[in-house]
């Protein structure tokens, strides 16, 4: 699924976080399907390196399983 696809689709984010109990420092993607929700697991250095691996993710993802 490409992001464009997967956006038309789904709510999809990239935002930055500040290091809580939930997150690291940094930028992660999201995607909300309403019942399931898919997020990084990890804060990456910049915004371009978060697209990279959220478009990397959508290379193989079927989309939400519920």
């Known amino acids: ?5 997967c956006a038309k ?3 999809v984010s990239i935002d930055y976080h500040v290091d ?3 997150s690291q420092d ?6 909300e ?3 399931q929700s898919f997020w990084s697991n990890k804060g990456y250095e910049t915004a371009a390196e978060c697209q990279t691996a ?3 993710f959508l ?3 079927e989309g939400p399983t519920k």
Do not use: A, N, Q
Request: aromatic share 26%; hydrophobic share 35%; charged share 25%.
């Open 1 to 5: 699924m490409t992001l464009k696809d």
């Open 9 to 11: 689709l789904y709510y």
């Open 20 to 22: 809580d109990d939930l």
């Open 26 to 31: 940094g930028w992660s993607w999201y995607i």
């Open 33 to 35: 399907c309403g019942y």
């Open 54 to 56: 959220l478009e990397t």
């Open 59 to 61: 290379e193989t993802w």
